[in-house]
Structures are given as C-alpha cells and as structure tokens.
C-alpha cells in the first residue's frame, strides 16, 4: 500500500506561481512513476503531469508545458510540481498519484488508468 499526501494548494493571483508537494509513503519500492491530475468544478480528471521515478523522464500536458515543472526528491520520497504563470483555467483540485505498473508505453503515465494509487487533493485557486 502507498499513501500519498498533497501540501501546497491555496489562493493565487493569475500570473503568480504555487509549488504542490506530495509526499509517498508506505510501499514506495513499487512505485516506478508519480503524476499529478486535476479536476475542475463540472469537468473530467485530467492529467497535469507526471515522472518516472528510475530515470526521471518526464510528461507534461500541452496545456502546461511551459509553465509546470515535475521534479522529485526520491531521498524523500516527494515529487513537487511547480506551478508559474498561473492562469485562471488553472482552477482545480490537483491530485497526486502514484502507479506501481511498469508500462513500456509512457502513454499510460499520462492517464488515469495507469495509477493506482490517489492522494485526496489539494485545491489551487487562481484569481483574476
């Protein structure tokens, strides 16, 4: 089992930045990528972004590339996405995740179906 916690959510101003950490815990072992996805009032999950954990290669959503930043601290076992530039279609609750499969298509990191494991979320708020 692995838990997850989000930190780092709160209120913005658009075109101000925010970092998200989430710390793993538990069967970290077993984890070969973290990603982080967001759900806004009235819409679908969607993916933000995500890491392996091996070689840290990274995915980005066309919608962030750019602005968010993956990066992961595997001594701690914490993976933070910095968020600049913020925009108000930023809203949403992030939530991070982790997947135990290993997927010889990276295809799969950048869906929900390829975690397994889901923090409860962080809100992030962008104002004009």
């Known amino acids: 089992q692995v838990q997850l916690v989000e930190s780092g959510g709160g209120l913005v101003q658009a075109g101000g930045s925010l970092r998200l950490s989430c710390a793993a815990s538990?069967?970290?072992?077993?984890?070969?990528?973290m990603g982080w996805f967001r759900q806004a009032p009235g819409k679908e999950r969607e993916f933000v972004a995500a890491?392996?954990?091996?070689?840290?290669?990274?995915y980005y959503a066309d919608s962030v590339k750019g602005r968010f930043t993956i990066s992961s601290d595997n001594a701690r076992n914490t993976v933070y996405l910095q968020m600049n530039s913020l925009k108000l279609e930023d809203t949403a609750v992030y939530y991070c995740?982790?997947?135990?499969?290993?997927?010889?298509?990276?295809?799969?990191?950048?869906?929900?179906?390829?975690?397994?494991?889901w923090g409860q979320g962080t809100q992030v708020t962008v104002s004009s």
């Open positions: 538990g069967r970290t072992f077993s984890s070969y990528a």
């Open positions: 995740a982790a997947s135990s499969a290993f997927y010889s298509r990276s295809y799969y990191y950048t869906t929900a179906v390829g975690y397994d494991y």
């Open positions: 890491i392996t954990w091996g070689n840290s290669n990274t």
